[in-house]
């Protein structure tokens, strides 16, 4: 009984370090983190000032826009040619080769069923 008592004790002992050491462990990773962080927050530049455009040097900058009718077109033939790069793919037959040991595996069975039922008769 005094043997079970110290196992016990032992585990209890073993498994009270493990954690322990993990606890330190996570307490290291949070704290490098948190200092890279503040270091990280330090070496930000500060932004500099952008100056103000004058308003005779003000350009409007407009986005080419396609018509609704021109970008369905688009998109039509977009995906015809896709359709046909997939309809040209076709997927080869595969057929796997029955493993020899199996069916080498079988014929042995079989003429030992034979053997038996043979010499079950008496004919051996």
Not at 49 to 57: E, G
């Amino acid at each position: 009984m005094a043997q079970l008592v110290e196992g016990g004790w032992i585990t209890v002992i073993g498994v009270t370090v493990v954690f322990a050491i993990l606890g330190i462990l996570a307490l290291i990773l949070y704290f490098v983190g948190w200092l890279e962080r503040r270091l990280v927050e330090k070496e930000k530049p500060t932004p500099l000032p952008t100056p103000t455009p004058t308003p005779a040097a003000k350009i409007e900058e407009r986005k080419p826009t396609i018509p609704p009718r021109d970008l369905a077109v688009i998109t039509a033939a977009v995906l015809a040619y896709t359709a046909e790069k997939v309809s040209q793919l076709r997927p080869l037959p595969f057929r796997r080769k029955v493993s020899d040991a199996w069916r080498l595996y079988g014929v042995q069975s079989q003429m030992e069923e034979v053997e038996d039922f043979n010499y079950e008769m008496g004919k051996w």
